[in-house]
């Protein structure tokens, strides 16, 4: 048995214990080091190579052992040997002591690292393998997390140990003249008044300076390094200030904004302005919706006491509507209300020649920035035959001039919930084919069953966890049928049916704009990947909405899109980072799903400790007048206090309900401050306050209730 390595662990762990049992951390503090400073001083002039020796072992030990301390020995080191040789000693001191801790990791402590920092792992895993060396290099001049962590991760990664050492010393060598500067400035500190003196000032100055300069200093480096390929074409002056590809909301907002702090902006979109949302997307889709509730309340209206209700249903005028309803709206997103607002407004394909330069119907613009707001279109998977059967998808559906008799949905998600709802209730015999478990996956398993019951009342068949493997067409007596061959359980099942309308999710746009040859890298589902400005790997080439994710929201397209415009134009002044901390969206079936921030499915993956309150909305005054007395909200708090860590409703109107909860994430509102809140009676809105409600009295005392009730029968005597 190979004894060699646990033997050397034992001795490790042992000199760590022992340095904390001697608690040497009690004297690494500023007030400790500087009453010893003279004695060390003295000590220094009459034996200096011992002195540096022991310095040197301690500085290496510490940084070795990820012990604290090794900012203040850094301020000693820098009081004790002045500025030359502090620097020399302590650059190669903690480089040496840093390689100690690279190696510990590497070969003794990687499944605690990898459990104790796995979060930073990924992180630091996806930029060794994406940079290599250099990533380190950024992380050591500007470090995300703190060295010892950097240390102590890195030994997990493929780099090699050498390269480790030399990029270290290189990328820590601007920290270490600053903290060795400011050592020599607290040496010679003998009183309170020596704060207020100017070098002391400089010197902590410079320590509060040096994460944003060690910044700029990054951020000049990556420009260089991927700009070089197109110094040579960069222009002297620019047409425009911002060209913005892609006339969707993101691609309108990023407008809207430019314009109006009176930049130079061109928008340019291939297809029709407003893009997906108002076209193919939410605007005709929640159309559609309004029309199948109609229809829903006719065929119900006798629990109102409206018998003999009757009606045709005109599907090619229905349609008509929802082309008419799209016209209404787009003015609002028409090319003559931007012209208006001074945006130069281009129809036809924009190609990116440079990071500079924007090529569209032969004419090159150039331009100091790009947004890329190209939005997404439906996935069409690759099963045999679909093409063939002439599927449609939620762009298409639009063009139907007829109503099929069978239709089938292949995707169980929010596309796909919303419009199987609307064939079914105008009058299809609907399908639903999902290949997970349950339909709204991403919801939890409750909201699923409840949404899939009100399809069963639809009169839609729901056939989860089958497996699309191919699509056929044959000879039926009514002509031509299609027919979707999916495995169940390991059986084989065929599904007649008359349309087929996929809705297994969106793919971003990103081809034929050039994005290849500048290398602009794609995530994994293939969305751009953008950081936290919404900057690409060009600093002047941005992306926003369902081009970049992570969230294919119309609202979320609007929100990155004013950081990404206003990063862009004032960038070089303060840089905002898009902020995901409080993200709203709801499926407009019937009842609607709304959610903000965590569900118990994503709490509980996350290892989230959290509290559950609910209002049956059965039992609120408004639903039952307005007969929509089915549903529920739930809200997650924090165990014992009212923080609001997320909320689902379930219900008529969940989409307006929860924008009070929506507030309250947003500010750091509680559930206190809600029930505190006047509520209208009688309205939706105010289960909000009754959810609150049951929140309080879960959590109020028993033994205060009972010190209440012998008051009050105190007070009856």
């Not at 220094?44 to 604290?68: D, H, K, M, N, W």
């Not at 309340?297 to 799209?326: K, T």
């Not at 089938?408 to 929010?414: C, H, K, L, W």
Request: with cysteine; aromatic share 10%.
């Amino acid at each position: 048995m190979n004894i060699k390595k646990p033997l050397i662990l034992l001795i490790i762990i042992i000199l760590a214990v022992l340095l904390y049992t001697l608690g040497i951390n009690e004297y690494l503090n500023l007030g400790t080091l500087k009453s010893f400073q003279n004695e060390w001083a003295e000590a220094y002039q009459a034996r200096p190579i011992e002195i540096i020796s022991l310095y040197f072992i301690i500085y290496v030990v510490i940084t070795g052992l990820s012990l604290p301390g090794a900012t203040l020995m850094t301020l000693v080191g820098g009081a004790l040997f002045g500025t030359a040789l502090g620097i020399l000693i302590i650059s190669f001191a903690s480089t040496i002591g840093a390689t100690f801790a690279f190696l510990l990791s590497r070969y003794f402590f990687k499944d605690w690292v990898q459990k104790k920092f796995s979060k930073q792992l990924a992180t630091i895993n996806e930029g060794v393998e994406k940079e290599g060396s250099y990533y380190l290099f950024t992380l050591r001049l500007v470090p995300l997390f703190p060295f010892f962590i950097i240390n102590l991760v890195m030994g997990l990664t493929p780099i090699k140990t050498l390269s480790f050492y030399w990029v270290s010393q290189v990328g820590m060598f601007l920290g270490t003249i600053v903290y060795v500067n400011a050592g020599t400035q607290l040496a010679k500190l003998d009183s309170l008044s020596g704060i207020l003196s100017p070098a002391l000032i400089v010197s902590f100055s410079l320590l509060g300076l040096l994460p944003l300069v060690t910044k700029k200093i990054t951020e000049l480096i990556n420009s260089r390094k991927v700009y070089k390929k197109y110094n040579s074409v960069k222009p002297d002056s620019f047409d425009q200030n911002i060209v913005v590809i892609g006339g969707g909301a993101a691609g309108l907002v990023s407008s809207y904004i430019a314009s109006a702090v009176k930049a130079r902006v061109t928008l340019i979109e291939q297809n029709k302005m407003g893009g997906d949302c108002l076209n193919t997307g939410c605007v005709p889709s929640k159309s559609l919706i309004h029309t199948s509730a109609l229809i829903n309340n006719m065929n119900n209206a006798e629990n109102l006491g409206i018998n003999n209700v009757s009606y045709e249903c005109n599907f090619a005028e229905v349609m008509s509507r929802v082309q008419r309803v799209i016209r209404k709206i787009e003015p609002h997103d028409s090319v003559e209300r931007y012209r208006d607002l001074g945006v130069e407004c281009i129809s036809g394909q924009a190609k990116i020649l440079s990071p500079w330069c924007v090529e569209v119907n032969g004419k090159k613009i150039t331009t100091k920035n790009i947004v890329i707001a190209s939005g997404a279109e439906p996935a069409m998977p690759g099963i045999p035959g679909l093409k063939e059967a002439n599927a449609i998808n939620s762009d298409t559906v639009w063009q139907l001039k007829a109503l099929p008799k069978r239709l089938v949905i292949m995707g169980g998600g929010p596309i796909g919930s919303e419009l199987s709802q609307c064939f079914a209730r105008l009058g299809s015999e609907v399908t639903i084919v999902e290949m997970l478990p349950r339909v709204l996956i991403r919801e939890d398993e409750e909201v699923s069953d409840f949404v899939e019951q009100a399809f069963h009342q639809d009169g839609i068949r729901v056939l989860t966890s089958h497996k699309v493997i191919s699509v056929s067409v044959r000879d039926s007596e009514n002509g031509k049928e299609k027919i979707l061959h999916c495995e169940f359980n390991g059986q084989d099942l065929e599904i007649p049916t008359d349309e087929i309308l996929v809705a297994v999710g969106r793919k971003a746009r990103v081809e034929n704009m050039g994005l290849e040859d500048l290398d602009i890298e794609l995530n994994n589902n293939g969305t751009l990947r953008v950081n936290e400005y919404m900057q690409t790997r060009y600093p002047n080439i941005y992306a926003c909405g369902d081009v970049a994710g992570p969230y294919q929201f119309t609202h979320v397209a609007a929100h990155q899109a004013w950081y990404a415009a206003v990063n862009s134009l004032f960038g070089i002044f303060k840089k905002f980072r898009v902020d995901y901390s409080v993200i709203p969206w709801c499926t407009y079936t019937n009842p609607e799903v709304a959610r903000v921030g965590l569900n118990e499915q994503e709490a509980t993956e996350q290892g989230i400790d959290y509290e559950v309150t609910r209002f049956g909305i059965d039992d609120l005054d408004r639903a039952i007048v307005d007969g929509e007395d089915k549903g529920f909200i739930k809200v997650l708090t924090v165990p014992e206090k009212d923080k609001i860590l997320g909320v689902t409703i379930v219900g008529h109107h969940a989409g307006d309900i929860i924008a009070e909860y929506v507030l309250a994430m947003k500010h750091g509102l509680g559930l206190n401050k809600i029930l505190g809140t006047i509520h209208i009676y009688p309205t939706m809105a105010e289960a909000n306050k009754y959810v609150a409600g049951e929140w309080k009295r879960n959590h109020t005392s028993e033994k205060l209730l009972q010190y209440l009730k012998r008051f009050h029968n105190w007070r009856l005597r």
